[in-house]
């Protein structure tokens, strides 16, 4: 049976830790995108969403999957936003293309429990597992 995609928080240290399963490599993307503001907390989309991409080119892909991560923190630190959708476009070993549908964070209703200062490069991990793939990262708070 194939498993759904879903992530999970764990300790780690001083840090956090999140991870995520997927029956497919781009299918990492979503639980990821989720599990990033999980770890920030109850992060709730309010107002009209905007269009917003990325591209991003490397030779590694837990490299891309952490890079497009730091551009979603930065989307929320920076303007405040939350990605309401996403859909992968590609992700291969050298590229990943994601477009999404970005939404004002109603900071009224949002419960923001840790300030995310970084993705780390500690732990990073995105392999093939037996019914799909997993990905691990820590998160500097």
């Not at 799909?132 to 990262?137: I, L, V």
Request: with cysteine; proline share 4%.
């Amino acid at each position: 049976m194939a498993r759904l995609a879903h992530f999970e928080l764990f300790e780690h240290t001083a840090d956090l830790g999140v991870r995520v399963w997927a029956p497919t490599r781009a299918a990492l993307i979503a639980p990821a995108t989720e599990g990033l503001y999980a770890a920030i907390g109850e992060v709730v989309a309010g107002g009209a969403a905007a269009p917003w991409s990325v591209n991003l080119a490397g030779d590694e892909p837990a490299l891309l999957l952490r890079d497009y991560l730091a551009e979603v923190l930065h989307l929320f630190d920076g303007a405040r936003r939350r990605l309401a959708r996403v859909e992968v476009q590609q992700f291969t070993d050298e590229c990943l293309s994601v477009l999404g549908d970005a939404c004002p964070v109603d900071m009224g209703r949002s419960v923001l429990v840790r300030e995310i200062k970084a993705i780390t490069y500690h732990e990073l991990a995105l392999r093939r597992v037996a019914d799909g793939y997993e990905a691990t990262w820590i998160v500097d708070i």
